[in-house]
């Protein structure tokens, strides 16, 4: 199974991914994270999208589809992920669907408020070393602003300021349509309010992802 969670920056994706991959064993794939490995680690790549990134703006598909295509050829990815930010535009998924062929899809869409997103992802604070997300409005970080579980110091992600983010709603908005369309019309798309706690959301994400998972033990038997 290919689970594609869609929704804007700060509606949830990440948390919602991580708990699926938790419970069901997924692993989760941001395309985001993997890209800010190549800038911190200076690759070729990572110099390409570095300025891009900053930006809120979309990186080229092709080289999206460079991290995205390794990441899913990796041993823990037979039996089925979840895509975080991945695709991000049609042309993407039909990408997708070229490079990992015939895998049944479940696209899960967090519907989410730009007030709300505005007010999650201005309060934001990662840590650099391990990822960990924090939230001064829901999920505090230690007063000292270190990662207790690496000790670095906790960062505002450098697209999490108020310009940038309105930025990467407007691109979501408009560049969105035609994905919800595609899944839709393969009756693959399901809609959850991310309005509500993390535990709600999880709780009606898995009712689908449950119902998905043993209609499709019923209908084939890849993963
Ligand atoms: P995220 O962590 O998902 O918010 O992604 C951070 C940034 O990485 C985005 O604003 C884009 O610049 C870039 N990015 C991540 N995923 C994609 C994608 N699927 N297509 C194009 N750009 C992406």
Known sequence: MRIILLGPAGS?????GELIERHYGFPRISTGDLLRLEV???TELG????DIMKSGRLVADDLV???VRDRVDDPDCQAGYVLDGY???LNQALLLEKIDVGRPETALEIMISEETVMERLSGRLVCPECGTVYNVHNNQPPADRRCPACGAELTV???DRPEVIKERFRIYRETIGPLLEHYSRKQVLFRVDGQRTVEEVFSSIRSILDDRIRGDRGASSRP
Do not use: E, F, Y
Not at 12 to 16: L, M, V
């Open 47 to 50: 110099k390409m999208v570095a």
């Open 87 to 89: 695709p991000r535009t």
């Open 65 to 67: 589809l460079r991290v």
């Open 40 to 42: 911190m680690k200076g």
């Open 12 to 16: 949830g994706k990440g948390t919602q």
């Open 157 to 159: 992600r450098n697209d």
